[in-house]
């Protein structure tokens, strides 16, 4: 099929940045075309559009609706990241356009994540690094007592890969799971919770996992964080949009939710100012996936993905 009408560097479109990486194999083996930026991108949509095939994407800048409305020979998008509710699935599925990411790769460094947050966030490992570095230890002053965080009960809301690779780190540290998936996973021993409420309200602390994207928005709600609790805490490594953040900062404000550990927020790179203000959080750049080993692999399955779709127009790890 390939060799009928093969797709030429051209037709190949970066969306946003991307990991360097990839942009550099981008350009220098493909000189792929490079969407440019919001001034400029009516006008080079408009002449070039209707020619490009393959959109290659990050998972925090996907091919939204407007944009794939504009690609309207799109044949495949390739997306960088586990995530990719950036991108309208909705209207690529139901136009026949493949996606893949990049599963399985990346699951250790988010887990591993998970669970320096999920250590931080309970030991206040930070806050008491800010205050040795402020002098107030010196000064003597006592920090605080943290929170136990070991022998926890811990609910994961959303038990795929990442999940489940941060329920096996805490059984290291002796915590009981709990968890709550969409529907209850046949091989798991774990004890199940029928929504994310029950969840909250059986366990200490819950670990947001799920998958972003309309079907897992605002899941986190504020009778769920209600049922976490004064004592309890919420860890989130999976999307922003999954809590609703103006409820989750109240909550902390109010101290009916003891503190919170985050990689990711509903607006980012912008982080709310009045989380920048509490010490009961810890803050995170969106960093889960973010190590050089990772990375490359990372790299290497996106361009594995493109590779495979040039020569036969299938993808290695398509979603659906
Ligand atoms: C992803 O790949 O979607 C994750 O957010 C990595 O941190």
Redesign the pocket.
């Known amino acids: 099929m390939s060799n009928e009408n093969p797709i030429t560097g051209d037709q190949i479109l970066r969306v946003g940045p991307v990991n360097p990486a990839v942009a550099a194999i981008l350009n220098d083996e493909f000189q792929a075309a490079v969407l440019p930026g919001a001034d400029d991108r009516d006008a080079w949509l408009e002449e070039h559009g209707a020619g490009i095939r393959v959109a290659v994407c990050s998972?925090k800048i996907g091919v939204d609706t407007k944009l794939l409305e504009k690609l309207p020979y799109l044949e495949a998008i390739v997306n960088f990241?586990?995530?990719y509710d950036a991108t309208d699935v909705a209207q690529a599925k139901e136009r026949g356009i493949p996606l893949s990411n990049?599963p399985d790769v990346?699951t250790d460094c988010?887990a591993d994540t998970a669970l320096g947050l999920y250590l931080d966030t309970l030991r206040r490992l930070s806050a008491a690094e800010r205050f040795v570095r402020a002098g107030t230890w010196a000064s003597g002053q006592n920090f605080p007592l943290a929170t136990k965080a070991s022998g926890r009960k811990v609910g994961i809301l959303g038990l795929g890969r990442i999940g489940q690779a941060i329920a096996d780190r805490l059984e290291g540290f002796g915590c009981e799971i709990h968890y709550h998936s969409r529907n209850p996973k046949q091989d798991v021993q774990y004890p199940y919770h029928a929504s994310a409420r029950d969840l909250a309200a059986a366990t200490e602390v819950l670990i947001v996992a799920a998958a972003g994207g309309p079907d897992s928005a605002g899941l986190v709600n504020a009778d769920v964080i209600e049922a976490v609790g004064p004592e309890g805490f919420i860890i989130n490594i999976a999307r922003g949009s999954v809590i609703d953040e103006p409820a989750l900062i109240r909550a902390l404000q109010e101290g009916t939710l003891a503190g919170a550990g985050l990689d990711v927020f509903a607006n980012e790179p912008e982080v709310p100012a009045e989380l920048l203000e509490l010490d009961s959080v810890v803050l995170l750049p969106?960093l889960?996936?973010g190590t050089v080993e990772t990375r490359a692999d990372m790299t290497a399955v996106t361009i594995g993905n493109l590779r495979s779709f040039l020569k036969d127009r299938t993808l290695l790890t398509p979603i659906y």
Do not use: A, K
């Open positions: 998972g990241g586990v995530g990049t990346l988010v969106h889960g996936s």
